[in-house]
């Protein structure tokens, strides 16, 4: 594999981000979900139009390649953090995902490097995102990141109320 590049996506990116986040959500929960909820999932979240409508609302979106295609995304976004994220300044790392046949090959840490300068950037001093309770790769990701779990929230994945551990991190200037 030729190096990860990181760029930050563009409205006219919109449909690349559709199409990794349709493949990438499939290959991580399928297995562990109903056909019926994940259609509904990935059919109302991963289309170009909401990922444009994402773009315009401010959410920031950075696409890694690798060997020229697209190979991960990850987003941030501003917004109301659920009361157990206690840190000034938050900002939340929505998604960060990587197609399975690159993982462990660097693509995630890439990614994560780039949201991190990215919220320091924006002068964020806490980061915090949503993971799910039975996903414990990703839980061992984040806590090898310096991410702390202080509580939970819902997910609703088509009719399923699933439960997301809420992790936080402190962000150094």
Same mark, same amino acid.
């Given at each position: 594999m030729s190096a990860v590049t990181i760029e930050t996506a563009r409205l006219g990116d919109s449909a690349v981000i559709a199409e990794?986040?349709?493949?990438?959500?499939t290959e991580a929960?399928?297995?562990?979900?109903t056909p019926e909820d994940m259609a509904a999932y990935v059919g109302s979240t991963f289309t170009p139009e909401r990922m444009a409508r994402e773009i315009e609302? &401010?959410?920031?979106?950075?696409?890694? $390649? !690798?060997?020229?295609?697209p190979v991960g995304y990850a987003k941030l976004a501003r917004g109301e953090p659920p009361d157990c994220v206690k840190g000034s300044?938050?900002?939340e790392l929505v998604r960060l995902y990587v197609v399975r046949e690159?993982?462990?090959?660097g693509v995630a840490h890439a990614l994560m490097e780039a949201c991190l300068a990215e919220s320091r950037r924006l002068g964020?001093?806490?980061l915090w995102l &949503?993971?799910?309770?039975?996903?414990? $790769? !990703?839980?061992?990701?984040?806590r090898k990141w310096g991410f702390v779990d202080v509580g939970s929230q819902p997910?609703?994945?088509?009719?399923d109320v699933q439960t997301d551990r809420v992790f936080v991190r402190a962000l150094s200037p």
């Open positions: 990794l986040g349709a493949k990438t959500f929960f399928a297995s562990e979900n609302a &401010g959410g920031i979106f950075f696409i890694a $390649r !690798a060997e020229g295609r300044a938050p900002i690159l993982h462990g090959r964020r001093e806490t &949503g993971v799910w309770e039975r996903n414990p $790769r !990703a839980q061992s990701f984040y997910f609703v994945l088509g009719s």
